[in-house]
């Protein structure tokens, strides 16, 4: 795909959360965070690369003591529909009898995320919880009782980018949130 396409989906698409909406929502999931493990030492275990930018705007928001961490794992590898888990890299910080917090752009039909939480509960964390930044609206979930712990927007079942949500590898640096329409 070249500049000038690329640079025509993201004119032609339409706003759906802008930045002011994001950052209320990032200082709501914050204080959320801050009230449930001021005690207690998380580890922040970010999902690359929907979650870099999420994550880069959310955790300095925060005031407590953990550890951050990432994985590489995806379904998607630039395509619209995922497939089958490819992982890239796994978390590198030792994971038993931790907190771990998972963070990523998008709760979709949730097979990722799903998977990441399973892993870790295999190295024998303590408990896992899921941060996202917007879960969308469908009802197409893998794991239809599957909801994130901590999320504070809700697209609806179309195409988004934006804010760490990818249109073909590229304007996950969109710092607002667009619905792409197929021409």
């Known amino acids: 795909m070249n500049h000038t396409k690329l640079a025509k989906i993201k004119a032609d698409a339409q706003v759906i959360i802008d930045q002011k909406e994001i950052d209320i929502a990032l200082d709501k999931l914050a204080k959320?965070?801050?009230?449930?493990y001021q005690k207690k030492m998380p580890i922040f275990?970010?999902?690359?690369?929907?979650?870099?930018i999420f994550a880069g705007q959310l955790l300095p928001r925060i005031d407590i003591l953990?550890?951050?961490?990432?994985?590489?794992?995806?379904?998607?590898?630039?395509?619209?529909?995922?497939?089958?888990?490819?992982?890239?890299?796994?978390?590198?910080?030792e994971l038993s009898g931790r907190d771990?917090?998972?963070?990523?752009?998008?709760l979709d039909e949730g097979i990722t995320l799903k998977l990441i939480e399973q892993y870790c509960?295999?190295?024998?964390?303590?408990?896992?919880?899921?941060?996202v930044l917007v879960e969308k609206e469908h009802h197409r979930k893998a794991y239809p009782e599957q909801r994130p712990d901590y999320c504070e927007l809700v697209v609806p079942d179309q195409y988004v980018f934006g804010f760490g949500m990818d249109y073909s590898h590229y304007w996950r640096n969109t710092l607002d949130i667009r619905v792409h329409q197929d021409d």
Do not use: F
Request: proline fraction near 2%; hydrophobic fraction near 35%; aromatic fraction near 6%.
């Open 32 to 36: 959320q965070i801050e009230n449930d």
């Open 45 to 52: 275990i970010v999902v690359l690369n929907g979650g870099l």
């Open 66 to 93: 953990c550890e951050i961490d990432y994985c590489h794992a995806t379904r998607y590898q630039g395509e619209q529909r995922g497939a089958e888990l490819v992982w890239k890299s796994k978390p590198q910080t």
């Open 100 to 106: 771990v917090i998972l963070v990523d752009d998008i």
């Open 121 to 131: 509960l295999e190295q024998k964390a303590k408990s896992v919880k899921t941060l």
